[in-house]
């Protein structure tokens, strides 16, 4: 199974940045589907981003779109999550997710796909 961890995460002030970053302990990132999901408190876990095997296809929350920007370094065996212009109500645990696909070249959107999940990490925007 592969293993995710996440990192970068923390408290920022509205209008500010932060670049989560998710470790795999995989070589071949490449056959893998990946994604970044949030939920915040009382609310059901949302695809904030997500990206193909191929890393030619994206998919964005409309909230968050032209503000995020996920990418993948496949030698690092890493993939991460730019945040900007961070807003109150990107507050949320951020989840970075993957799933094996060797084929597909399609980006997945419901969290049912993933079978590889990191633990989660804290963002907090506020001032």
């Known amino acids: 199974q592969l293993r995710l961890e996440e990192s970068g995460g923390g408290l920022v002030q509205p209008g500010g940045s932060l670049t989560l970053s998710c470790a795999t302990s995989?070589?071949?990132?490449?056959?893998?589907?990946i994604a970044w999901f949030r939920q915040a408190p009382g609310k059901v876990r949302e695809a904030v981003s997500a990206?193909?095997?191929?890393?030619?296809?994206?998919y964005y929350l409309p909230s968050v779109k032209g503000r995020f920007t996920i990418s993948r370094d496949v030698f690092k065996k890493m993939f991460y999550l730019q945040m900007n212009s961070l807003k109150v109500e990107d507050t949320a645990v951020y989840y970075c997710?993957?799933?094996?696909?060797?084929?597909?070249?399609?980006?997945?959107?419901?969290?049912?796909?993933?079978?590889?999940w990191g633990q989660g990490i804290q963002v907090t925007v506020s001032s």
């Open positions: 995989e070589f071949t990132l490449s056959s893998y589907a």
């Open positions: 990206l193909s095997n191929r890393g030619d296809s994206a």
């Open positions: 997710a993957a799933k094996s696909d060797t084929y597909s070249g399609a980006y997945f959107k419901e969290p049912n796909w993933y079978e590889n």
